[in-house]
């Protein structure tokens, strides 16, 4: 018989693997019905366990809400750093970066929605998980600016910390105003595609992107 603590990964391993699970139903569950349709319960009935077991993992919905919002997070600041380093080119890497921003939330609309709209009434989304996990895709499109601002570090940019982003938001920085302001117009096409504005008006998404992008970045320059 092994001694507890080498049991220890295991029973870490395990209780990761539960949790993905039920991240996983979850997810499930917004995509058919939205933030209001995920239920531990019903999550706890299609992994055949009791639903008081999966509150060892999740103390409640919102928890588990804020775990799919961070993950939410997690992938689209990758998919903004698959732009990034496409190109050195400084004005590229934030086409590449817009594109990748869109594809992300058209290939995830239901958890593109979850990160900008609060998923039920009364939850919290400004906790500082939240936050933090919010400021992320700031880190990159700090740097990626800083690299139009200034050509000649590109070769060397990385993506700002947490840290820097706190301190250009509390001095209100040049660099973090333009920031703010690039992400906000690709938000709102973007959201203005997602909820089907563009259809309506018989526009092509397409080409409305490419010419936002390319005005965006002609003033960028």
């Known amino acids: 018989m092994q001694p507890a603590t080498a049991r220890s990964p295991m029973r870490e ?34 992994l055949g366990v009791s639903g008081t077991a999966l509150y060892r993992y999740f103390a409640g919905r919102d928890e588990l809400l804020t775990a799919l919002v961070i993950d939410a997070y997690g992938d689209l600041r990758q998919a903004l750093e698959r732009g990034f380093e496409t190109d050195s080119d400084p004005e590229e890497r934030v086409r590449s970066m817009a594109r990748e921003y869109r594809a992300w939330a058209l290939a995830e609309p239901h958890r593109y929605e979850l990160l900008f709209k609060p998923p039920l009434p009364g939850y919290d ?15 990159v499109l700090l740097a990626a600016l800083h690299g139009i601002d ?27 105003q333009l920031a703010v302001s690039v992400w906000s117009r690709l938000h709102g096409i973007v959201s203005l595609e997602l909820g089907g504005g563009f259809t309506a008006m018989h526009l092509d998404a397409d080409v409305l992107f490419e010419r936002e992008l390319r005005v965006l970045v002609e003033r960028l320059g």
């Open 13 to 46: 391993r395990f209780r990761e693997q539960v949790r993905e699970d039920v991240k996983a139903a979850a997810l499930d569950q917004l995509t058919t019905g939205g933030a209001q349709a995920i239920s531990i319960k019903a999550i706890a009935k299609q």
């Open 125 to 139: 989304a400004h906790t500082e998980p939240l936050a933090a996990a919010a400021r992320s895709l700031m880190e």
């Open 150 to 176: 200034d050509p000649a570090s590109t070769e060397d940019l990385k993506p700002a910390t947490g840290e820097q982003v706190l301190a250009a938001r509390s001095a209100g920085t040049e660099e973090f």
